[in-house]
């Protein structure tokens, strides 16, 4: 089993829809988590953290933490053309110093 | 820019060649990781140091690889004899505290390719 795991997708959505994003982790003790965007040919750049269970927005981002059922996810509301990327989910590691990065999903917004 | 800087940003080099990179982490970040990433994955950790000291190297990182901060500043990772499966984006990232809170901030990266 990985570590984190991510549909590849590519996951398609019409211009202004709700996108949903979905990770799963194998580590229970895992505390924080993060979501990441990578354009093509580009590095990771992070957009949200979350640490605590329930939901966390920022803007048209909200991130859901479920530790019980080890699940991750980001909705991206009024998604644009922009939000065309590719979306790593990401853990800190129990007892090291490690990220652990899934493969990300790709997410393709249609205008 | 305050932002994390690497260099050279493209290398190519002949197999069994050593090529080395240089990451500079934004100004006030302790904290360095270096990663590396090929097509259709994401960043796979390879070693990471808070100031100078090197505290977890993957052990996936065979011995031709080497990883210094010399003064705690800026970074360089070394890979000596380069294959043909060493070639992939290599990604440095900083942070400024260490725990829960562990927001890193990429670099834009080295792309090497071994010929």
């Known amino acids: 089993q990985k570590e984190v795991e991510q549909n590849s997708g590519p996951l398609s959505v019409p211009e202004g829809a709700i996108a949903s994003l979905n990770c799963t982790y194998s580590?229970?003790?895992?505390?924080?988590f993060f979501w990441y965007r990578q354009y093509s040919g580009k590095s990771p750049e992070l957009i949200m953290s979350?640490?605590?269970?329930g939901d966390k927005e920022d803007g048209r981002f909200t991130a859901q933490l479920n530790k019980a059922s080890q699940y991750v996810s980001l909705l991206i509301r009024d998604s644009q053309p922009s939000d065309s990327a590719t979306y790593l989910c990401a853990l800190k590691n129990t007892g090291g110093f490690k990220t652990i990065f899934g493969a990300g999903t790709r997410l393709f917004v249609k205008a | 820019d305050t932002g994390v800087s690497q260099n050279p940003r493209h290398k190519i080099t002949k197999r069994g060649q050593n090529v080395t990179f240089r990451c500079d982490p934004i100004s006030e970040h302790n904290r360095l990781y270096w990663y590396r990433q090929t097509l259709g994955q994401g960043p796979e950790f390879l070693t990471y140091?808070?100031?100078?000291?090197?505290?977890?190297k993957s052990r996936l990182l065979s011995d031709r690889f080497s990883a210094e901060r010399p003064k705690g500043s800026f970074s360089t990772l070394e890979i000596q004899r380069t294959e043909q499966g060493d070639s992939a984006m290599y990604l440095c990232?900083?942070?400024?505290?260490?725990?829960?809170?562990?927001?890193?901030?990429f670099g834009p990266g080295t792309r090497l390719t071994v010929l």
């Open positions: 990232a900083s942070s400024e505290r260490e725990g829960a809170m562990n927001e890193q901030f």
């Open positions: 979350i640490y605590s269970n």
């Open positions: 140091f808070q100031n100078e000291a090197q505290l977890e």
């Open positions: 580590d229970r003790g895992s505390q924080s």
